[in-house]
T-cell receptor
Framework: EDQVTQSPEALRLQEGESSSLNCSYT??????LFWYRQDPGKGPEFLFT???AGEEKEKERLKATLTKKESFLHITAPKPEDSATYLC??????????????FGAGTRLAVHP | EAGVVQSPRYKIIEKKQPVAFWCNPI?????LYWYLQNLGQGPELLIR????????DSQLPKDRFSAERLKGVDSTLKIQPAELGDSAVYLC???????????FGPGTRLTVL
């Protein structure tokens, strides 16, 4: 069964304390992995798409990496405004395209000054 | 550019009552999605439209849920009758056809008493 597991469920950091969030998946023939950010009371906001193992993408203090089994979202010197829930998602095997996504439960990140 | 618009933002109803949610996607986005998000979980796809056609409704509980997108633009999701377990956030999203980046609305938080 296609599955996405994120860890940790929650993470508390001090401002400037770098860390990583993990997204592991069990999908045959991965065609892409998506990272979204969700603020309280809002819908998810797209961050990155990674298409193949070894690929990396960066945006401000965030860097996403992908291996054949998992993805990491590295947060360097985080600020309080980085506090949010970070969701990863993959298209299920044999679904075609990226229109159908399986989301993980997310990691709730809190960055304190 | 206006984002995905959803209304109402909050709805409280008694069980067994009907309820409807409305979504207006980003202009030019052919694909529209309705998701269900329970507390502490990632979004789960209920139904996906390409233009007016529902191309994936496999996760929609058809005994009580219905949806329409009559002119290929805005969409309505209905629940009749609502049950206690339907309490959740209902998210609408839209994308261009390839679905590579989905844009989410703020969601409707439904509480069934």
């Amino acid at each position: 069964e296609d599955q996405v597991t994120q860890s940790p469920e929650a993470l508390r950091l001090q401002e400037g304390e770098s860390s990583s969030l993990n997204c592991s998946y069990t999908v045959s023939g991965l065609r892409g992995l998506f990272w979204y950010r969700q603020d309280p009371g809002k819908g998810p906001e797209f961050l990155f798409t990674l298409y193949s193992a070894g690929e990396e993408k960066e945006k401000e203090r965030l860097k996403a990496t992908l291996t054949k089994k998992e993805s990491f979202l590295h947060i360097t010197a985080p600020k309080p405004e980085d506090s949010a829930t970070y969701l990863c998602a993959v298209p299920p095997a044999f679904s075609g395209g990226y229109n159908k996504l399986i989301f993980g439960a997310g990691t709730r990140l809190a960055v304190h000054p | 550019e206006a984002g995905v618009v959803q209304s109402p933002r909050y709805k409280i109803i008694e069980k067994k009552q009907p309820v409807a949610f409305w979504c207006n996607p980003i202009s030019g986005h052919n694909t529209l999605y309705w998701y269900l998000q329970n507390l502490g979980q990632g979004p789960e796809l209920l139904i996906r439209y390409e233009n007016e056609e529902a191309v994936d409704d496999s996760q929609l509980p058809k005994d009580r849920f219905s949806a329409e997108r009559l002119k290929g633009v805005d969409s309505t999701l209905k629940i009749q009758p609502a049950e206690l377990g339907d309490s959740a956030v209902y998210l609408c999203a839209s994308s261009v056809n390839d679905g590579n980046e989905q844009f989410f609305g703020p969601g409707t938080r439904l509480t069934v008493l």
